[in-house]
C-alpha cells in the first residue's frame, strides 16, 4: 500500500477535525483549514490509489513478458512500426 493512501486519509481526517472545531467556535479561519486539509488529504490519497493500480498494472505485464517473451517482442516490433509510421 502506498504511504500517501495513509497519510491522505490521516490528513483528511484531521481536517475534519479541525473543520468541526472551527464550526463549535465560530472560527471561519479554521473552518476552511479544515476543508483545505481534507480537500488535500483526498487528493493525496487518491495519488497513492493510483500509484498502487500502476504499480499493480506494471507487475502484470513484466509476469507476462515473462511468461512469454517472443509474443511480447512481436508486440513491442508492431507498435514501433506503427508509431514510426504515424510520425
Same mark, same amino acid.
Given at each position: 500500500?502506498?504511504?500517501? @493512501?495513509?497519510?491522505?486519509? +490521516?490528513?483528511?481526517?484531521?481536517?475534519?477535525?479541525k473543520?468541526g472545531?472551527?464550526?463549535?467556535?465560530g472560527?471561519?479561519?479554521? @473552518?476552511?483549514?479544515?476543508?483545505?486539509?481534507q480537500? +488535500?488529504?483526498?487528493?493525496?490519497r487518491a495519488?497513492g490509489?493510483?500509484?498502487?493500480?500502476? &504499480?499493480?498494472?506494471? &507487475?502484470?505485464?513484466?509476469?507476462? *513478458? @515473462?511468461?512469454?517473451p517472443?509474443?511480447?517482442l512481436? *508486440?513491442? *516490433? &508492431?507498435?514501433?512500426y506503427?508509431?514510426?509510421?504515424?510520425?
Amino acid at each position: 500500500m502506498d504511504e500517501n @493512501r495513509v497519510e491522505g486519509a +490521516a490528513r483528511d481526517l484531521g481536517g475534519k477535525a479541525k473543520e468541526g472545531i472551527g464550526r463549535l467556535t465560530g472560527d471561519a479561519k479554521l @473552518r476552511a483549514e479544515g476543508k483545505f486539509d481534507q480537500m +488535500a488529504g483526498q487528493a493525496q490519497r487518491a495519488y497513492g490509489q493510483a500509484a498502487d493500480q500502476i &504499480g499493480d498494472t506494471v &507487475g502484470t505485464v513484466s509476469e507476462r *513478458i @515473462r511468461e512469454q517473451p517472443l509474443t511480447a517482442l512481436l *508486440i513491442a *516490433i &508492431g507498435v514501433g512500426y506503427l508509431a514510426g509510421r504515424l510520425s
